[in-house]
């Protein structure tokens, strides 16, 4: 394994998301940020791929809401 590192998905098509996913965890171990801005559909497309996969992660903080941290 890689040294983990966060993934922007800023420019990402939200069709992709999966693969993107897919990739970015082949390639990286937990824990990392991933950086989904304040869209609220990028947000739930990351949340139901993290929880189809069994992955532990949680959303933001109370100052910045844009990231779901994965454990």
Same mark, same amino acid.
């Given at each position: ?10 420019? @990402?098509?939200?069709?992709?998301? $999966? ?8 390639? %990286?171990e937990?824990?990392?940020?991933? =950086?989904s ?7 739930? @497309?990351?949340?139901?791929?993290? $929880? ?8 933001? %903080?109370?100052y910045?809401?844009?990231? =779901?941290?994965?454990?």
């Amino acid at each position: 394994m890689l040294k983990s590192d966060d993934i922007d998905l800023h420019g @990402k098509f939200y069709d992709d998301i $999966e693969n993107v996913l897919d990739n970015h965890f082949y390639r %990286n171990e937990p824990p990392f940020k991933i =950086i989904s801005g304040n869209s609220s559909r990028m947000k739930n @497309k990351v949340i139901k791929y993290l $929880e189809s996969n069994d992955h532990k992660y949680m959303s933001g %903080n109370l100052y910045n809401l844009g990231y =779901i941290q994965v454990l």
